[in-house]
């Protein structure tokens, strides 16, 4: 195995935040990241420069950098129409993932994927997928073949609760357990499916059902980094060891509407709970910690964020200034 890729072997220090060195301002600026990232798209949407939709990741920012901070460079993610954060905590660039926003050549999909499906071979990320729960299969069939090429691969498979509504989960999960696959199911609980509460649509005990495939089931608060990163390492690692699937539950909040244009949401869902789970904000619930503990004073935090601006500006303005595909490619790189 190759070890200089393993992120996860350098495992940091125990302190008052549980792990103690500079890695967790390492996390601290890849969440800040994702939200000035997502807070640009919705301004290029606002402002009609992004043709479509985007389905913003606001809020939810500690579980894809809590889970992908416990992968290896190899190990595979597959993502969903939420999956901005995704793309970029495994480790894509801000140019090419504004570019494929924008309908550009330089995007990851030469511009013709947009959003929602974007994929990044280069970063392990197999891909978003508009389907709600359609990467269930790709994940675990990329897990599938970590096994028997003995890579020692781990593959991640994020998807919304609204997925716990999709068959094929089922039958990938009962395959992953017969086979020990080393994959790993992330349920983002972020509490609605659209306009619908979860409650609606989702009967019974939610661990019940990967546990009823003999699953290694954990339900978690998704707000916290450290418990994510901690969490998904050991069961990464067990994966990564053939001792098979598990599926992690992070409880969780989506800020914005279910897309950008999702302004007037008061039908489905109170002002009060809103502001309520503002109060558990990931990114300022980690910036009080790294205060408490020492890790960082206001002025760290402030530098960083100034330097996340300057890149993501950087970012937009690649973006904005790269050239349209040539019409003469628009069959080219597509299936149908
Ligand atoms: C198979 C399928 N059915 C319906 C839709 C329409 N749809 C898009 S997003 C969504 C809700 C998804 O909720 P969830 O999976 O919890 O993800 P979230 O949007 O909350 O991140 C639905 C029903 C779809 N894209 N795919």
């Given at each position: 195995?190759?070890?200089?890729?393993?992120?996860?072997?350098?495992?940091?220090?125990?302190?008052?935040?549980?792990?103690?060195?500079?890695?967790?301002l390492?996390?601290?600026?890849?969440?800040?990241?994702?939200?000035?990232?997502?807070?640009?798209?919705?301004?290029?949407?606002?402002?009609?420069?992004?043709?479509?939709?985007?389905?913003?990741?606001?809020?939810?920012?500690?579980?894809?950098?809590?889970?992908?901070?416990?992968?290896?460079?190899?190990?595979?993610?597959?993502?969903?129409?939420?999956?901005?954060?995704?793309?970029?905590?495994k480790?894509?660039?801000?140019?090419?993932?504004?570019?494929?926003?924008?309908?550009?050549?330089?995007?990851?999909?030469?511009?013709?994927?947009?959003?929602?499906?974007?994929?990044?071979?280069?970063?392990?990320?197999?891909?978003?997928?508009?389907?709600?729960?359609?990467?269930?299969?790709?994940?675990?069939?990329?897990?599938?073949?970590?096994?028997?090429?003995?890579?020692?691969?781990?593959?991640?498979?994020?998807?919304?609760?609204?997925?716990?509504?999709?068959?094929?989960?089922?039958?990938?999960?009962?395959?992953?357990?017969?086979?020990?696959?080393?994959?790993?199911?992330?349920c983002?609980?972020?509490?609605?499916?659209?306009?619908?509460?979860?409650?609606?649509?989702?009967?019974?005990?939610?661990?019940?059902?990967?546990?009823?495939?003999?699953?290694?089931?954990?339900?978690?608060?998704?707000?916290?980094?450290?418990?994510?990163?901690?969490?998904?390492?050991?069961?990464?690692?067990?994966?990564?060891?053939?001792?098979?699937?598990?599926?992690l539950?992070?409880?969780?909040?989506?800020f914005?509407?279910?897309?950008?244009?999702?302004?007037?949401?008061?039908?489905?869902?109170?002002k009060?709970?809103?502001e309520?789970?503002?109060?558990?904000?990931?990114?300022?619930?980690?910036?009080?910690?790294?205060?408490?503990?020492?890790?960082?004073?206001?002025?760290?935090?402030?530098k960083?964020?100034?330097?996340?601006?300057?890149?993501?500006?950087?970012?937009?303005?690649?973006?904005?200034?790269?050239?349209?595909?040539?019409?003469?490619?628009?069959?080219?790189?597509?299936?149908?």
């Amino acid at each position: 195995m190759d070890r200089t890729k393993t992120r996860s072997t350098k495992r940091p220090n125990r302190g008052s935040l549980g792990v103690h060195d500079e890695r967790w301002l390492h996390f601290y600026r890849q969440m800040l990241k994702i939200r000035l990232f997502e807070q640009e798209v919705n301004q290029l949407y606002l402002s009609a420069k992004m043709p479509g939709l985007a389905h913003l990741y606001i809020g939810q920012e500690a579980v894809a950098v809590g889970v992908c901070e416990a992968l290896r460079h190899d190990d595979y993610v597959t993502s969903t129409h939420r999956g901005h954060g995704h793309c970029l905590a495994k480790g894509a660039s801000l140019e090419k993932m504004f570019a494929e926003l924008l309908g550009k050549a330089d995007g990851y999909c030469r511009g013709k994927g947009g959003s929602m499906h974007i994929a990044d071979q280069e970063t392990g990320n197999l891909g978003a997928n508009a389907i709600v729960g359609g990467s269930a299969g790709i994940a675990t069939g990329a897990a599938m073949s970590a096994k028997m090429r003995g890579s020692s691969q781990v593959a991640v498979c994020f998807f919304g609760e609204g997925a716990l509504g999709q068959g094929l989960l089922y039958e990938v999960m009962n395959m992953a357990s017969l086979w020990k696959l080393p994959v790993l199911y992330v349920c983002e609980n972020n509490q609605y499916n659209e306009y619908t509460h979860y409650r609606e649509t989702t009967a019974g005990d939610v661990t019940l059902r990967p546990e009823a495939f003999g699953l290694e089931t954990v339900s978690i608060n998704g707000q916290d980094v450290t418990a994510v990163y901690t969490t998904a390492l050991a069961l990464v690692e067990r994966a990564r060891q053939g001792k098979g699937p598990a599926f992690l539950i992070c409880d969780t909040y989506r800020f914005h509407g279910h897309h950008v244009g999702d302004i007037n949401r008061a039908y489905y869902r109170s002002k009060q709970e809103e502001e309520k789970w503002k109060e558990r904000d990931p990114i300022g619930l980690l910036a009080e910690r790294l205060k408490d503990s020492k890790l960082a004073d206001d002025n760290t935090l402030a530098k960083i964020e100034e330097d996340l601006r300057r890149e993501v500006e950087a970012g937009v303005e690649f973006a904005l200034n790269a050239p349209y595909p040539d019409p003469t490619e628009v069959d080219q790189h597509v299936y149908a």
